[in-house]
T-cell receptor, first 113, second 115 residues
Framework: DAGVIQSPRHEVTEMGQEVTLRCKPISGHNSLFWYRQTMMRGLELLIYFNNNVPIDDSGMPEDRFSAKMPNASFSTLKIQPSEPRDSAVYFC???????????FGPGTRLTVL | AQSVTQLGSHVSVSEGALVLLRCNYSSSVPPYLFWYVQYPNQGLQLLLKYTTGATLVKGINGFEAEFKKSETSFHLTKPSAHMSDAAEYFCAVSGNTGTASKLTFGTGTRLQVTL
């Protein structure tokens, strides 16, 4: 299995631009998680989906952030407009049902200038 | 509600020395406990996990952890550190109910291994 795939691996953009991060979970996994990692805040859960349905988005920082999962094999995290404080590494993780191991992707390093 | 406390944001050990990374948890339901490792510029990968059964759990790369309910702890140990163990380590807790399937992570402990 290829593992969780994230794209792009690095993104540099200017303040005010729209940013879209992409994730392909492991085939057969039915839960998908988006995390943000920064030095100041550590690892934060932004949102997670079960069977393509958003279950908990309480970690989404503000309305500029949105996430979708149109099917079982694809999810996006969008920031519009982006701000310098959004600079972080964004991870996607997936797992199968119940309390099972989450498998993390390699992350997208976002820099907003 | 669940929470995790990792004591010591940085731990430094000599190569060959015992590694001990501390984790205490709080959970309103019987917990499932995890240790993840993150190498530089990589995602997190599972070291080991406790769900039910034997309280001493063995993981990859010679690491193990013991679930102690009375102490609400799940400390990570390795008898002899190797240079390749230098990384950041995260403890995490999850409730064992279907609705509580998300992980709550600690703030991480960066392990440095010196010659």
């Amino acid at each position: 299995d290829a593992g969780v795939i994230q794209s792009p691996r690095h993104e540099v953009t200017e303040m005010g631009q729209e940013v879209t991060l992409r994730c392909k979970p492991i085939s057969g996994h039915n839960s998908l998680f988006w995390y943000r990692q920064t030095m100041m805040r550590g690892l934060e859960l932004l949102i997670y989906f079960n069977n393509n349905v958003p279950i908990d988005d309480s970690g989404m920082p503000e309305d500029r952030f949105s996430a979708k999962m149109p099917n079982a094999s694809f999810s996006t995290l969008k920031i519009q407009p982006s701000e310098p404080r959004d600079s972080a590494v964004y991870f996607c993780a997936s797992k199968s049902g119940g309390v099972d191991t989450q498998y993390f992707g390699p992350g997208t390093r976002l820099t907003v200038l | 509600a669940q929470s995790v406390t990792q004591l010591g944001s940085h731990v430094s050990v000599s190569e060959g020395a015992l590694v001990l990374l501390r984790c205490n948890y709080s959970s309103s339901v019987p917990p499932y406990l995890f240790w993840y490792v993150q190498y530089p510029n990589q995602g997190l990968q599972l070291l080991l996990k406790y769900t039910t059964g034997a309280t001493l759990v063995k993981g990859i790369n010679g690491f193990e952890a013991e679930f102690k309910k009375s102490e609400t702890s799940f400390h990570l140990t390795k008898p002899s550190a190797h240079m390749s163990d230098a990384a950041e380590y995260f403890c995490a807790v999850s409730g064992n109910t279907g609705t509580a399937s998300k992980l709550t992570f600690g703030t991480g402990t960066r392990l440095q291994v010196t010659l």
